[in-house]
């Protein structure tokens, strides 16, 4: 079974800093893919990143970067120069790649961004 | 239009209504999901439809029944539905149910049990 944590419920953070939001996984599957989504208080549940499990290299995606190690089964989320309109609660969802294996989602973590 | 279009936005019934949520998808994906959301506890899969065809069931009571007539529109009907099921009910696609390719989520339909 697979399964996601994410222990930050709530976070407070000065506009402009930088930011981790912290994942751990665990699964028994060799290949896995992870993704982080945000939610705005409007509801939808926008993609920010995926990291493979056999990507090398962290994923980036503009002010977006994920912190992979795989050793700790950690998918941290940093968000660098965060802005006010990145307050949103944010979770971490993790999926096998074999056959039609389920999005597994993390409790989530409510980031505000004070100004 | 594009994206992940869900209707209606909000729906209040009581335990005895039959309603329906609509999702249509524009973005040519084969993969469509139902998700909901519950304070205070992580976004739980219902059904996954592969190609029109339902993929996974997880476990979820017959009250609610998925319907999936094309690629692009994916129905979940109520029926006699419980106070237990006011949530957030979200529907996604993806480009097929085995891809890496991340889910695209619509603005889901927020539910209330009367």
């Known amino acids: 079974a697979q399964k996601i944590t994410q222990t930050q419920p709530g976070m407070f953070v000065q506009e402009k800093e930088a930011v981790t939001l912290d994942c751990t996984y665990d699964t028994s599957d060799q290949s896995y893919g992870l993704f982080w989504y945000k939610q705005p208080s409007s509801g939808e549940m926008i993609f920010l990143i995926y990291?493979?499990?056999?990507?090398?290299q962290n994923a980036t995606e503009g002010r977006y970067s994920l912190n992979f190690q795989k050793a700790r089964k950690s998918a941290n989320l940093v968000i660098s120069a965060s802005q006010l309109g990145d307050s949103a609660m944010y979770f971490c969802?993790?999926?096998?790649?074999?056959?039609?294996?389920?999005?597994?989602f993390g409790q989530g973590t409510r980031l505000t961004i004070n100004p | 239009e594009t994206g992940v279009t869900q209707t209606p936005r909000h729906l209040v019934m009581g335990m005895t209504n039959k309603k329906s949520l609509k999702c249509e998808q524009h973005l040519g994906h084969n993969a469509m999901y139902w998700y909901k959301q519950s304070a205070k506890k992580p976004l739980e899969l219902m059904f996954v439809y592969s190609l029109e065809e339902r993929v996974e069931n997880n476990s979820v009571p017959s009250r609610f029944s998925p319907e999936c007539p094309n690629s692009s529109h994916l129905f979940l009907h109520l029926h006699t539905l419980q106070p237990e099921d006011s949530a957030l009910y979200l529907c996604?696609?993806?480009?097929?149910?085995?891809?890496?390719?991340?889910?695209?989520f619509g603005d889901g339909t927020r539910l209330s049990i009367l």
């Open positions: 996604a696609s993806s480009q097929n149910s085995y891809s890496n390719q991340p889910q695209h």
């Open positions: 990291q493979g499990s056999y990507d090398e």
């Open positions: 969802a993790m999926r096998g790649l074999q056959g039609a294996q389920k999005l597994v």
